[in-house]
Nanobody, 116 residues
Framework: QVQLVDSGGGLVQAGGSLRLSCAAS????????MGWFRQAPGKEREFVAR????????SYAGSVKGRFTISRDMSKNTAYLQMGGVKPEDTAVYYC?????????WGQGTQVTVSS
């Protein structure tokens, strides 16, 4: 089983930037995608972004498209979520995930708080 470690969250002012990381440990990540969901207080977990591990093809939720960029460094078994132009409504716990053939693994989550 791959262990995923979320990091990079924190407090940021509206309009600012933040970079989240999701590092796979235990063994090399051989899955087919990594990405992030987020969950704000009182709301359901929602999809944020995804990247195909082999091709690098990306997809985004409409609410973050044009502001967030997902990337990966295969040599480091790590995915990144560059958050720019953040808004108070981006405040949430961000959870990375990794998809393999028969399972989805989750990181522990990292809190992102955007102040207005």
């Amino acid at each position: 089983q791959v262990q995923l470690v979320d990091s990079g969250g924190g407090l940021v002012q509206a309009g600012g930037s933040l970079r989240l990381s999701c590092a796979a440990s235990g063994r090399s990540f051989n899955g087919y995608a990594m990405g992030w969901f987020r969950q704000a207080p009182g709301k359901e977990r929602e999809f944020v972004a995804r990247i195909s591990w082999s091709s690098g093809i990306t997809s985004y939720a409409g609410s973050v498209k044009g502001r967030f960029t997902i990337s990966r460094d295969m040599s480091k078994n790590t995915a990144y979520l560059q958050m720019g132009g953040v808004k108070p409504e981006d405040t949430a716990v961000y959870y990375c995930y990794g998809d393999q053939v028969d399972s989805r693994d989750w990181g522990q989550g990292t809190q992102v708080t955007v102040s207005s």
